[in-house]
């Protein structure tokens, strides 16, 4: 019942439909009345269906909770076979950022974009931040290009994330003017 609470659309409930009739994909009924509450299309179900067996099923909520498509489980495919995350990818805490990275993602550019981060100083958690919302791999490159230009091992790489933000915000500011 709380599914279609303030449901704009039957969406919820076919959603829910899908996990009767697809099987639950390692959820529970509380995590299929989270996934499915407030859609309005199946995409949060397609999504959940796209998911590696491995992940719990908490994990595939967190991903898959405002899917629009299957695209966050393909980030997540995506980055995963990054060789620097391969090794670690049964560790909990390394799936659950990776699940941040692609949590809402459109496509696979937040995973190209982490996979494109060559600087070995940046760790998990910065490529996450860094690359998370991305739509192409353009912060890594501008974060790599930042970084050649300081050439410096005493700059903190949180200090370029920060100027990395900072730039952003300053071509926001510019655009909407």
Same mark, same amino acid.
């Given at each position: ?51 590696? &067996?491995? $992940?719990?099923?908490?994990?595939? =909520?967190? #991903? @898959?909770?405002? /899917?629009? +498509?299957?695209? %966050?489980?393909? *980030? !997540? ?42 600087? &070995?100083? $940046?760790?998990?958690?910065?490529? =996450?931040? #860094? @690359?998370?919302? /991305?739509? +192409?791999?353009? %912060?890594?490159? *501008? !974060? ?34």
């Amino acid at each position: 019942m709380e599914i279609c609470m303030r449901a704009t659309t039957e969406a919820p409930a076919e959603c829910a439909r899908f996990f009767k009739r697809k099987g639950r994909h390692g959820l529970k009924t509380g995590d299929i009345n989270t996934v499915c509450a407030h859609t309005t299309t199946l995409g949060p179900a397609m999504c959940v269906a796209s998911c590696p &067996k491995n $992940l719990a099923g908490y994990q595939k =909520v967190a #991903l @898959c909770k405002n /899917a629009s +498509s299957v695209e %966050p489980a393909r *980030c !997540y495919e995506e980055a995963i076979s990054d060789k620097r995350i391969r090794s670690k990818r049964r560790q909990v805490l390394t799936v659950d950022y990776i699940v941040k990275l692609c949590q809402n993602a459109e496509s696979v550019a937040p995973a190209l974009c982490m996979k494109h981060i060559s600087d &070995k100083r $940046l760790n998990l958690t910065e490529r =996450v931040h #860094l @690359c998370r919302n /991305a739509d +192409s791999d353009i %912060p890594a490159i *501008c !974060y790599s290009t930042l970084s050649k230009i300081i050439k410096s091992r005493f700059i903190p790489t949180t200090l370029l994330i920060t100027h990395y933000i900072i730039y952003n915000i300053i071509l926001y500011i510019i655009f909407q003017i």
